[in-house]
């Protein structure tokens, strides 16, 4: 993974592995966030979901939020990775991670950057029920169409 940087990856997240690179001498603090896949949406079972996204759209997005996340707030470092395919319950979806002199940047510019992953970068989710037919969440009007 490098530095200021968000990825698409179908591959497990390992947040050791990714908290150690932006670990720098200026930091004095570090903040993450991990999305996890739990067994229940809007009152129903879920047995496991599947993302997908459109891959370079998603990374070209996924980078400017963190640029601008670099620009707004006082931190030295930043990433961001999202999975696609299939996940089983727990499995970690999205993790973020920032590096700042302070907490309150690191706090902040956390928050801001999964809250603009989930509004702008084109990944759809969709969910597998113990009672029903598979479907897809949280996509706006027409994405699929």
Not at 51 to 58: D, H, I, K, P, Q
Not at 90 to 101: L, M, R
Request: charged share 30%; net charge negative; aromatic share 10%.
């Amino acid at each position: 993974m490098e530095l200021n940087r968000f990825f698409i990856s179908e591959s497990a997240i390992e947040p050791n592995e990714l908290r150690s690179k932006l670990q720098n001498e200026v930091a004095g603090a570090y903040a993450s966030f991990e999305g996890w896949v739990r067994n229940h949406n809007d009152g129903k079972p879920v047995n496991a979901l599947e993302y997908s996204a459109y891959t370079a759209l998603a990374e070209k997005e996924g980078d400017r939020i963190i640029g601008e996340a670099l620009d707004r707030f006082e931190i030295s470092g930043a990433a961001a990775i999202h999975r696609v395919g299939p996940l089983d319950i727990g499995d970690i979806a999205v993790w973020v991670g920032v590096s700042s002199p302070h907490r309150g940047a690191a706090f902040d510019s956390c928050r801001y950057i999964i809250d603009e992953i989930k509004d702008r970068v084109p990944i759809w989710k969709r969910e597998s029920y113990e009672n029903g037919p598979d479907e897809w969440v949280n996509c706006a009007k027409g994405d699929l169409e």
